[in-house]
């Protein structure tokens, strides 16, 4: 079975080519989250471990929407993405992770009791 995202690694690639771009050399890894309400993405690149902020360029912006809408329109719509990058022996590795909208159930109605059935329990 193919992992889902091999469809996006190509804009996944360009993704954290950039974000590792966007961040302080002194970075030996970081967090992009992306954050969606389905109207608006909010995004933030940060390394807890440092004060020093990082960049984020217009290209980044750019790959960031890319990412969004090409998943998207494929059905995959999530309300938060975090692509987390560490730089290890000269080469950068990367693990994503995302948070998907709950899933609005209606409420049992066979489990209630139906008050047009009269003498049941």
């Known amino acids: ?66 990412f969004y809408v090409r998943m998207s329109r494929r059905g995959e719509i999530w309300t938060q993405a975090v692509v987390s990058f560490r730089r290890e022996n000269g080469e950068v590795k990367f693990d994503t992770a995302f948070t998907y909208p709950k899933a609005v159930t209606k409420p049992d109605l ?3 009791k139906q008050w047009w059935k009269f003498g049941r329990a």
């Open 1 to 66: 079975m193919t992992d889902k995202l091999d469809e996006y690694s190509d804009i996944l690639l360009r993704l954290v080519s950039e974000t590792v771009a966007c961040s302080p050399r002194e970075w030996s890894k970081g967090a992009l989250t992306i954050d969606s309400d389905g109207t608006r993405i909010d995004y933030k690149l940060k390394n807890d471990d440092y004060s020093s902020k990082a960049q984020i360029s217009e290209k980044l912006r750019d790959l960031i929407d890319e």
């Open 110 to 112: 066979l489990a209630k």
